[in-house]
């Protein structure tokens, strides 16, 4: 398993934009798909975006589509989430996950972040 550290995450105007890191442990990084989750309160987790281990395959959810971004850089072990047009709705916990590949399905992400707190103020 990869242990990962979220980071970048604050209180933003609608509009505005922010970009999220999260950084894994070990040399592995890149035999992993990589995935960002968020939880609003009293929801579960749900998906956000996804990565393949090189990069060429992204995955997004239609409600973020257009407006986030994500990435990899193999060389830093860091995943990225760049948000742009935030939303008040875009308020939650977001987490970064590993899978083995990518995919749309918690249950395929097997190591988890502590999450970092997004808020979007109207």
């Known amino acids: 398993q990869v242990q990962l550290v979220e980071s970048g995450g604050g209180l933003v105007q609608a509009g505005g934009s922010l970009r999220l890191s999260c950084a894994a442990s070990g040399r592995t990084f890149s035999s992993y798909a990589m995935g960002w989750f968020h939880r609003t309160p009293g929801k579960e987790r749900e998906f956000v975006a996804a990565i393949s281990r090189g990069g060429s395959t992204t995955y997004y959810a239609d409600s973020v589509k257009g407006r986030f971004t994500i990435s990899r850089d193999n060389a830093k072990n860091t995943v990225y989430l760049q948000m742009n047009s935030l939303k008040p709705e875009d308020t939650a916990v977001y987490y970064c996950?590993?899978?083995?590949?990518?995919?749309?399905?918690?249950?395929?992400?097997?190591?988890w972040g502590q999450g970092t707190q997004v808020t979007v103020s109207s």
């Open positions: 996950a590993s899978s083995r590949y990518p995919s749309r399905a918690i249950n395929d992400f097997d190591s």
